[in-house]
C-alpha cells in the first residue's frame, strides 16, 4: 500500500531495496563441470582484475566453490580477496616452476568461505624467463589445475592474467575452457 507522501522516486526505490534483498538470499544453480575462465586483454587497465574479483565474489557469495588463480605479478587480485602475497609466500610463481602444487598454495579468501585464491607475488615476473627453456612451459598451469581439481571440486576458476601475451597468458590460455577479455568502449583498447 502506497502512502499519500509517496512520489516515484520513493516507490522506484523501495521496489529496488525489495528486489536487491531477494536476490541477496537467492541460492543460484551451480554448473554441472566446472568452468575455467581466463580474464585476458593485451591492453592493462581495462578491468580484467576487477571483473575477476567481482564475479568470483558473487558467484561465492551465493553457494559456488570459486578459485580464483591470480597470474598478475602485480597481485591485484590477492590484495582485492584480502590474500597475503608477499615474497615469502607461495603462490602461482612456485607451481608454474613446479616447486608446489596447488593444494599447498591455495588461500581462503576473507570475503566468503567458498572463495579461494592462488596468489602471486613478484616472484611471478620472472617466471617468464625462467621457463623459456622448459618443456611444455605452456601447460603448467593446465597440468596443476587438473591434478587438484579431481579432488578440490570447484564450481569456477577464474584466471585473471597479466596484461600481456607472455608466457603466463598462454598458460592462462591453455587450461581455461572459456576466454573473457574485458575493453573499453574506446577505438585502441579494442585495437589491443
Known amino acids: 500500500m502506497t502512502s499519500p507522501d509517496a512520489t ?3 516507490d522506484e526505490l523501495s521496489s529496488v531495496a525489495r528486489r536487491r534483498k531477494a536476490l541477496e538470499s537467492a541460492v543460484w544453480p551451480t554448473p554441472a563441470a566446472t568452468r575455467v ?6 591492453k592493462g587497465g581495462v578491468g ?3 571483473t575477476a574479483v567481482n564475479f568470483a565474489s558473487v558467484l561465492a557469495r551465493h553457494g559456488a566453490r570459486v578459485l580464483l588463480i591470480d597470474l598478475d605479478p ?4 590477492s590484495t582485492a580477496l584480502g590474500v597475503d602475497h608477499h615474497v615469502d609466500i607461495p603462490g602461482t610463481y612456485d607451481v608454474l616452476l613446479g616447486e608446489k602444487s596447488l593444494a599447498d598454495v591455495v588461500v581462503q579468501s576473507t570475503d566468503s568461505a567458498n572463495l579461494f585464491c592462488v596468489p602471486a607475488t613478484i616472484n611471478l615476473a ?3 624467463i625462467e621457463l623459456v627453456n622448459e618443456e611444455r612451459r605452456e601447460y603448467r598451469l593446465q597440468a596443476a589445475l587438473q591434478d ?6 570447484f564450481d569456477y576458476v577464474f584466471i585473471d592474467c597479466p596484461p600481456s601475451l ?7 590460455l591453455v587450461a581455461a575452457s572459456e576466454v573473457l577479455v574485458p575493453i ?3 577505438y585502441y583498447a579494442l585495437e589491443g
Open 166 to 172: 607472455g608466457i603466463l597468458t598462454i598458460n592462462a
Open 8 to 10: 516515484p522516486l520513493a
Open 74 to 77: 602485480q597481485g591485484n587480485a
Open 48 to 50: 580484467k582484475t576487477t
Open 37 to 42: 575462465i581466463a580474464l585476458t586483454n593485451q
Open 148 to 153: 587438484y581439481q579431481q579432488s578440490a571440486g
Open 184 to 186: 573499453q568502449c574506446e
Open 126 to 128: 620472472g617466471a617468464e
